[in-house]
């Protein structure tokens, strides 16, 4: 199983950024896909979650600025990231959980850092 990210980067706040997550190994029609993400000294929040039905939820904080979509051919999660602030600096992590078995696995994070 490999979940890879990808799209992090520098941006200035305002910018936009697209993370790119792409999974192998998974049923992938039959996770839940998510986007979670972690500050330094801080613990890992959950930033956006798709499920396989297709509804989402996003964290307080995100809403209306990024938008969680999947493409169930190409077997990808992705997380657009606009009006991005500096609080919004984390490293990012995919997130798969299957819906009937449980199994759950991260992918390694990428980085985003939002400058002032």
């Known amino acids: 199983v490999q979940l890879v990210e990808s799209g992090g980067g520098l941006v200035q706040a305002g910018g936009s950024l697209r993370l790119s997550c792409a999974a192998s190994?998974?049923?992938?029609?039959?996770?839940?896909m998510s986007w979670h993400r972690q500050a330094p000294g801080q613990q890992r929040e959950l930033v956006a979650v798709?499920?396989?039905?297709?509804?989402?939820n996003y964290a307080d904080s995100v809403k209306g600025r990024f938008t969680i979509s999947r493409d169930n051919a190409l077997h990808a999660v992705n997380l657009q990231l606009n009006s991005l602030e500096p609080e919004d600096t984390a490293v990012y992590y995919c997130?798969?959980?299957?819906?009937?078995?449980?199994?759950?696995?991260w992918g390694q994070g990428t980085l985003v850092t939002v400058s002032s």
């Open positions: 190994g998974i049923n992938f029609r039959l996770n839940t």
């Open positions: 997130h798969a959980h299957h819906d009937l078995l449980g199994s759950e696995y």
């Open positions: 798709m499920r396989s039905s297709g509804t989402t």
